[in-house]
C-alpha cells in the first residue's frame, strides 16, 4: 500500500507558484537577517538617506526665510498687476474712508433750533415777562420800566420799519423775523412792526406765525435785540401784527 502512495505522489504534477506575491521580498528579506543574526553575521548596513528633493515654486511653512533684498524682490514681483478699483472693495486707508462720508450730503439737524433757544438762554441771560390770551400777544425784558410796554401798546412811538410775512413758511418766517431785527436794531431804529397775518386764510383758520411770534422775540437769537413786544390797535394791525421795541 506505501508503494502505492508514493507511486501514485510521483505521478502527480507540483503544485503552480502564485502569480502575484507582493510580500515575497520581505519574507526573503526577513529570513536571511534571522538567519544572520544564528550564525553571529552582521546584519546589513542600513541604506543611506536620500538627499530631500528641491521643491521649485513652494516654499515649506515650517522653514526659515531669508531676507530677500530689494533687487530679487522686484524679480519676484515683475508682471504683478493691480485689481482694478470697484465701488465695492474696501478703501486703502482710513483717510479715503473719511473723504467718502464727506462726500455724502449731510443730515438735517432736527434739534438745531432747541439747542439755538438754550445757548440763547444760557449765554446771555435774558429773560422776558410775556402773556398771550389767543388773540393778542405781549412782553417784555424784565429790566425794561413797564411804561415802555404800556407806550408801545398804545403806538406812541414812530414805526421805523415793517416786515410782511405772508407767504413764508415756519422756518423761513423765524429766520426773516431774526435778521430784519437784527439789521433795524443795528441801524438806530426804534420801533418796527411784524405782520404775521390772522391766519384767516390758513386750513384751521389758526395763525400758525402769530403763536411762534412770541418765543422767536423773546426766546430765540432775535431777543438779544428786542426790550418788549405787543400787538397794536386794530387800526395799526389789531391782531395780525406785533410791535417791536428795539435795543439800541
Known sequence: MAAKRAKKAAKKPPAPEPFFRPF???????????KAQTQGAPPDPAPA???PAQRVGKVDVGAELAPIDARSFAVYM?????????????????????????????????????RALMRSLVTEGLRFETTDDGERIEGRRLDVDPRELRRLRRVQYAI??????????????????????????ELGDK???????????????NGVLRGEIGAWLSQGRAARHVLAFATPPEDEGGTGAVLVLLAR
Open 24 to 34: 515575497a521580498q520581505l519574507a526573503a528579506k526577513d529570513d536571511k537577517k534571522k
Open 160 to 185: 421805523d420799519g415793517k416786515l410782511d410775512l405772508h407767504g413764508h413758511g415756519l422756518d423761513d418766517a423765524r429766520r426773516a423775523v431774526e435778521l430784519f431785527v437784527k439789521k433795524r436794531a
Open 49 to 51: 538617506p536620500k538627499p
Open 78 to 114: 515683475s508682471g504683478v498687476r493691480a485689481l482694478p478699483d470697484h465701488a465695492g472693495r474696501i478703501p486703502l486707508t482710513a483717510s479715503r474712508l473719511e473723504r467718502l462720508r464727506g462726500a455724502a450730503a449731510p443730515l438735517p439737524d432736527l434739534d438745531q433750533g432747541a
Open 191 to 205: 420801533v418796527v412792526a411784524i405782520v404775521h397775518g390772522k391766519g384767516s386764510h390758513s386750513p384751521r383758520q
